[in-house]
């Protein structure tokens, strides 16, 4: 697992869906500085309209289809919903390509009416970059660069909590913006306050007879600070600020050869943001300059040396990139503008025009294929090849590609083969449609650049929308990406891991402090058994855990007496529901520094079982025991939430001791957390046999939590529940996995099933209806709302499927860890040994998805145990009363 050690990017191809303009196919430029070429395929009416592809708004396209590894993706275009007029755009790497320099492209276009169709189709190249502009510097010989975000030590003088976990992935102190080398630098309020430091070594290749040192930094106009200088300079320096950067210099003498340290300490003063420092012979300081050098997005157009082809030369970029395409009629055009949304619409209709001129410094270049006839009936499909590498290389692919359809299909047809889609039987066929729509959804939601750790990577996000890490949404992504492939789940998992012993954060954090991640290991470990990955993510998982539990001295989750946990210094939202009634109350009166939520602790008291059961497994009993110590210490922190009369666990309101004063009501007096938050100790499997009772018959009361499409965030019998909120009101997947699997725990497997099966029948008459997948759907009509190709909490959707309909599933609750499996080549037999945490005798269930032309019997340690056919043509599995841990036979009769 080396690969995976200090890198938070994705083991995926240069070329991919990429893109966060126009939909097309995408390539890393210059994945140093976070430059993407886009390949943006348009299609249109002639003279009539174009429908720009935008991947920020709903604009007429559906992701289709995908492999796992994208070296195969296609996206729907609807011209004239719905699957009258359309084009299925697809982009392949040749299967015949030994590097990854090409991508192949199709765009099959579709005329299902019974009048002939005039289309058009544009190839849209451009070069986008990020927003910030470094600077550029010029040393002279022998100087030295040293980067204020190189430091061995930094400390801000005033504890912040988010300065020791810091979000985004970002360093202690960084600041993003054009200017800097690099495009960081130290700020943050860095030297606004005495004590603020920063500790650097650095080295010199030769001695300076007469050194100085230049500090490069940026302060608004008229703001000063002062700073002390140890090391290997001596000095208090003044710095003041001219509301750009500046260079403060000092001269320090003669400096030897070899390594030295330099400590910076405010004295005091306004905040300043340093970028760095040179250190470089006296004479020779005026050959140190910065400056801002914008390359043009402009490329140099040239037409390649075979027919229907073009060579784009960038400025900035040794390499080249080639279009070829097969279509003789066709014109090249050229718009000069940052976006095309509204200047490509308003002139669709200058037929002659080559050059069009709007807003902004960008530039796309316009391959327009036209017109392109479809008789009533009808499709056609066009071909075309972009390529990168030197003029020659480029030159030569161009001229090998052979775009005739018979060549071309195959090669698609070839690449189409490696889209890995799961088996299921007849029962399943109804919701393939909409699960093939949410497979394409997650295997594309990926975009570059994003930014992490000083490098530029590629990222699963939730939708094109979030340009940033999601922690909470990612460990939904991985659970999705796991019923499509294990290696993207995985790469999804250590995208959000820190290393052992990290300084900035614990894991990469940014929104919702939900451990799902942990949930995630769980499930790839009952998958794959990897003793590999166990070793790899258990210390970094428990960094992980142990900050959100408090255990890291740097926390302030568990800074009550009562061991209950919030993190409302880190994130305003406990448990991802942004507008939960409770939760807004808290911060609207300002009670964050005497109010828990109740989901915090329980997701970190079940985070604390399944790493226990992983110690155990890597034969850690020390830290086992640790864990098994906070599962008792947050169980019997949670007793006092519970509220009789409300028969839910409740906000806790403290005193000034850190103490149970009592439980946060509504206004009304009705306990304020009717909903899924004040069900989640459920989820951490701590509950009395009554409270549990309780808690189930809130789930599933038609006038509490159950609705027609699932379970509503809050109970809808609550004097807080609204029908417009963005949570409250509506019916989300995610929260109803974890009460799924909890559910299987609890022996009610009849229950579990109708969570799943709601969740899958809301989400077909969905996407058949819309072909959207939905963030949430709204509880009084059913239908989706949010962004449209969500790919994050949605993806819950997959795992249920795999559970009730693909042969060779085995599904067990949260307390499962599968210690060996086996499954018959034909999925009609199964052998699993399986530790549970606890040891009481209880209720448990399993689904077991077996080969159906055979009837079976189940047995738990030996002996017989209830199992019953799912409609579904899964096997539940009952064990009543059983002990929790042992062998599961499930074998034809």
Same mark, same amino acid.
């Given at each position: 697992?080396?690969?995976?050690?200090?890198?938070?990017?994705?083991? +995926?191809?240069?070329?991919?869906?990429?893109?966060?303009?126009?939909?097309?196919?995408?390539?890393?430029?210059?994945?140093?500085?976070?430059?993407?070429?886009?390949?943006?395929?348009?299609?249109?009416?002639?003279?009539?309209?174009?429908?720009?592809?935008?991947?920020?708004?709903?604009?007429?396209?559906?992701?289709?289809?995908?492999?796992?590894?994208?070296?195969?993706?296609?996206?729907?275009?609807?011209?004239?919903?719905?699957?009258?007029?359309?084009?299925?755009?697809?982009?392949?790497?040749?299967?015949?390509?030994?590097?990854?320099?090409?991508?192949?492209?199709?765009?099959?276009?579709?005329?299902?009416?019974?009048?002939?169709?005039?289309?058009?189709?544009?190839?849209?190249?451009?070069?986008?970059?990020?927003?910030?502009?470094? !600077?550029?510097?010029?040393?002279?010989?022998?100087?030295?660069?040293?980067?204020?975000?190189?430091?061995?030590?930094?400390?801000?003088?005033?504890?912040?909590?988010?300065?020791?976990?810091?979000?985004?992935?970002?360093?202690?102190?960084?600041?993003?913006?054009?200017?800097?080398?690099?495009?960081?630098? +130290?700020?943050?309020?860095? =030297? !606004?306050?005495?004590?603020?430091?920063?500790?650097?070594?650095?080295?010199?290749?030769? /001695?300076?007879?007469? !050194?100085? #040192?230049? #500090?490069?930094?940026?302060?608004?106009?008229?703001?000063?600070?002062?700073?002390? #200088?140890?090391?290997?300079?001596?000095?208090?320096?003044?710095?003041? =600020?001219?509301?750009?950067?500046?260079?403060?210099?000092?001269?320090?003498?003669?400096?030897?050869?070899?390594?030295?340290?330099?400590?910076?300490? /405010?004295?005091?003063?306004?905040?300043?943001?340093?970028?760095?420092?040179?250190?470089?012979?006296?004479?020779?300081?005026?050959?140190?300059?910065?400056?801002?050098?914008?390359?043009?997005?402009?490329?140099?157009?040239?037409? @390649?040396?075979?027919?229907?082809?073009?060579?784009?030369?960038?400025?900035?970029?040794?390499?080249?990139?080639?279009?070829?395409?097969?279509?003789?009629?066709?014109?090249?055009?050229?718009?000069?503008?940052?976006?095309?949304?509204?200047?490509?619409?308003?002139?669709?209709?200058?037929?002659?025009?080559?050059?069009?001129?709007?807003?902004?410094? *960008?530039?796309?270049?316009?391959?327009?294929?036209?017109?392109?006839?479809?008789?009533?009936?009808?499709?056609? /499909?066009?071909?075309?090849?972009?390529?990168?590498?030197?003029?020659?290389?480029?030159?030569?692919?161009?001229?090998?590609?052979?775009?005739?359809?018979?060549?071309?299909? !195959?090669?698609?047809?070839?690449?189409?083969?490696?889209?890995?889609?799961?088996?299921?039987?007849?029962?399943?066929?109804?919701?393939?449609?909409?699960?093939?729509?949410?497979?394409?959804?997650?295997?594309?939601?990926?975009?570059?650049?994003?930014?992490?750790?000083?490098?530029?990577?590629?990222?699963?996000?939730?939708?094109?929308?979030?340009?940033?890490?999601?922690?909470?949404?990612?460990?939904?992504? *991985?659970?999705?990406?796991?019923?499509?492939?294990?290696?993207?789940?995985?790469?999804?998992?250590?995208?959000?891991?820190?290393?052992?012993?990290?300084?900035?954060?614990?894991?990469?954090?940014?929104?919702?402090?939900?451990?799902?991640?942990?949930?995630?290991?769980?499930?790839?470990?009952?998958?794959?058994?990897?003793?590999?990955?166990?070793?790899?993510?258990?210390?970094?998982?428990?960094?992980?855990?142990?900050?959100?539990?408090?255990?890291?001295?740097?926390?302030?989750?568990?800074?009550?007496?009562?061991?209950?946990?919030?993190?409302?210094?880190?994130?305003?939202?406990?448990?991802?529901?942004?507008?939960?009634?409770?939760?807004?109350?808290?911060?609207?009166?300002?009670?964050?520094?005497?109010?828990?939520?109740?989901?915090?602790?329980?997701?970190?008291?079940?985070?604390?079982?399944?790493?226990?059961?992983?110690?155990?497994? +890597?034969?850690?009993?020390?830290?086992?025991?640790?864990?098994?110590?906070?599962?008792?210490?947050?169980?019997?922190?949670?007793?006092?939430?519970?509220?009789?009369?409300? *028969?839910?666990?409740?906000?806790?309101?403290?005193?000034?001791? *850190?103490?149970?004063?009592?439980?946060?009501?509504?206004? /009304?007096?009705?306990?304020?957390?009717?909903?899924?938050?004040?069900?989640?100790?459920?989820?951490?499997?701590?509950?009395?046999?009554?409270?549990?009772?309780?808690?189930?018959?809130?789930?599933?009361?038609?006038?509490?939590?159950?609705?027609?499409?699932?379970?509503?965030?809050?109970?809808?019998?609550?004097?807080?529940?609204?029908?417009?909120?963005?949570?409250?009101?509506?019916?989300?997947?995610?929260?109803?996995?974890?009460?799924?699997?909890?559910?299987?725990?609890?022996?009610?497997?009849?229950?579990?099933?109708?969570?799943?099966?709601?969740?899958?029948?809301?989400?077909?008459?969905?996407?058949?209806?819309?072909? @959207?997948?939905?963030?949430?759907?709204?509880?009084?009509?059913?239908? =989706?709302?949010?962004?449209?190709?969500?790919?994050?909490?949605?993806?819950?959707?997959?795992?249920?499927?795999?559970?009730?309909?693909?042969?060779?599933?085995?599904?067990?609750?949260?307390?499962?860890?599968?210690?060996?499996?086996?499954?018959?080549?034909?999925?009609?037999?199964?052998?699993?040994?399986?530790?549970?945490?606890?040891?009481?005798?209880?209720?448990?269930?399993?689904?077991?998805?077996?080969?159906?032309?055979?009837?079976?019997?189940?047995?738990?340690?030996?002996?017989?145990?209830?199992?019953?056919?799912?409609?579904?043509?899964?096997?539940?599995?009952?064990?009543?009363?059983?002990?929790?841990?042992?062998?599961?036979?499930?074998?034809?009769?």
């Amino acid at each position: 697992m080396q690969h995976l050690q200090n890198t938070h990017d994705l083991r +995926l191809p240069n070329w991919g869906p990429y893109t966060k303009k126009y939909i097309g196919v995408s390539h890393l430029a210059d994945p140093k500085r976070g430059w993407r070429f886009d390949l943006s395929l348009f299609p249109g009416f002639y003279r009539r309209k174009v429908d720009i592809p935008s991947v920020l708004w709903e604009s007429g396209y559906h992701p289709w289809e995908a492999s796992a590894d994208l070296n195969y993706f296609c996206h729907r275009h609807e011209l004239q919903w719905k699957d009258e007029v359309f084009c299925d755009i697809a982009f392949a790497k040749p299967p015949a390509a030994r590097d990854d320099s090409a991508r192949l492209w199709r765009c099959e276009c579709v005329n299902a009416t019974a009048e002939p169709q005039n289309i058009v189709l544009h190839l849209m190249a451009s070069l986008q970059k990020p927003p910030i502009v470094p !600077a550029t510097p010029e040393f002279p010989p022998n100087a030295v660069w040293l980067d204020a975000l190189d430091y061995e030590e930094m400390t801000f003088a005033q504890f912040r909590a988010l300065d020791y976990l810091v979000p985004d992935l970002l360093l202690r102190g960084e600041v993003r913006g054009g200017g800097f080398v690099g495009g960081s630098g +130290l700020g943050k309020g860095f =030297g !606004a306050a005495a004590g603020d430091q920063a500790v650097y070594q650095f080295h010199l290749e030769k /001695s300076l007879d007469a !050194a100085t #040192l230049l #500090l490069r930094f940026r302060a608004p106009q008229g703001k000063t600070t002062r700073l002390q #200088l140890r090391g290997g300079v001596e000095n208090e320096v003044t710095l003041r =600020g001219a509301g750009d950067f500046a260079v403060h210099a000092l001269e320090i003498g003669r400096l030897e050869s070899g390594s030295h340290r330099l400590e910076i300490a /405010s004295l005091g003063g306004d905040e300043i943001e340093l970028d760095g420092f040179v250190v470089c012979e006296s004479g020779a300081v005026r050959e140190v300059r910065f400056e801002l050098r914008g390359e043009s997005s402009h490329p140099t157009l040239s037409a @390649g040396s075979v027919p229907n082809s073009l060579i784009l030369q960038y400025p900035g970029l040794k390499a080249c990139y080639g279009l070829r395409w097969g279509f003789d009629s066709f014109q090249i055009r050229e718009f000069h503008c940052d976006d095309l949304d509204i200047l490509m619409r308003h002139q669709v209709h200058k037929h002659t025009t080559k050059v069009f001129q709007g807003e902004g410094e *960008g530039h796309f270049s316009d391959v327009y294929l036209h017109p392109i006839p479809l008789d009533p009936h009808s499709q056609t /499909s066009i071909y075309g090849l972009t390529c990168v590498g030197s003029r020659a290389e480029v030159e030569a692919q161009l001229a090998a590609f052979d775009a005739s359809p018979a060549v071309c299909e !195959a090669q698609f047809e070839s690449a189409r083969a490696s889209i890995a889609a799961p088996s299921f039987g007849a029962e399943g066929e109804k919701y393939e449609f909409s699960q093939a729509r949410m497979r394409a959804t997650l295997l594309c939601n990926v975009v570059y650049p994003a930014y992490a750790r000083r490098s530029h990577i590629r990222h699963s996000t939730p939708g094109r929308w979030w340009d940033s890490l999601y922690t909470w949404d990612s460990g939904f992504i *991985g659970l999705g990406l796991l019923e499509l492939d294990a290696q993207r789940a995985v790469d999804c998992l250590n995208a959000y891991m820190t290393e052992p012993g990290d300084p900035h954060a614990a894991y990469a954090h940014h929104g919702s402090p939900v451990p799902v991640q942990h949930y995630l290991f769980l499930e790839l470990w009952n998958r794959t058994q990897s003793r590999e990955q166990l070793e790899h993510f258990y210390p970094r998982l428990k960094g992980f855990y142990e900050f959100l539990a408090g255990r890291d001295v740097r926390s302030r989750t568990r800074k009550f007496a009562s061991n209950l946990l919030q993190t409302w210094d880190y994130f305003y939202n406990s448990g991802g529901w942004d507008d939960y009634p409770p939760q807004v109350h808290v911060h609207d009166q300002k009670l964050e520094e005497s109010v828990t939520p109740v989901t915090t602790t329980a997701h970190v008291l079940r985070a604390a079982k399944i790493l226990r059961l992983a110690a155990l497994q +890597l034969g850690e009993i020390g830290d086992a025991e640790e864990y098994a110590a906070d599962i008792d210490q947050f169980r019997a922190a949670l007793a006092p939430a519970w509220d009789e009369d409300a *028969g839910y666990f409740s906000y806790v309101r403290h005193d000034e001791n *850190g103490q149970f004063e009592g439980i946060l009501r509504h206004q /009304s007096g009705a306990n304020f957390n009717m909903g899924l938050d004040g069900a989640s100790p459920l989820i951490a499997g701590v509950c009395s046999t009554e409270q549990q009772k309780r808690l189930v018959a809130h789930l599933f009361s038609e006038r509490e939590l159950w609705t027609p499409i699932g379970l509503s965030t809050v109970d809808q019998s609550a004097p807080y529940y609204r029908k417009d909120g963005y949570w409250n009101g509506a019916v989300w997947m995610p929260h109803q996995w974890f009460y799924w699997k909890t559910l299987l725990d609890l022996g009610e497997g009849a229950r579990a099933e109708q969570i799943a099966r709601t969740g899958l029948e809301t989400w077909r008459a969905e996407v058949d209806a819309s072909y @959207g997948c939905f963030e949430h759907f709204i509880v009084q009509s059913g239908r =989706g709302a949010g962004w449209h190709q969500f790919g994050g909490l949605s993806a819950p959707v997959l795992g249920w499927f795999a559970s009730y309909f693909t042969p060779g599933t085995l599904t067990g609750g949260l307390d499962v860890w599968v210690g060996a499996r086996e499954w018959s080549a034909d999925f009609s037999s199964l052998r699993a040994g399986i530790t549970q945490a606890g040891e009481a005798p209880r209720d448990f269930d399993f689904v077991a998805v077996m080969n159906p032309a055979f009837e079976y019997r189940a047995r738990w340690d030996g002996e017989n145990v209830e199992t019953a056919w799912l409609a579904s043509g899964a096997l539940q599995i009952h064990c009543d009363g059983r002990s929790p841990s042992g062998e599961l036979l499930v074998e034809r009769v």
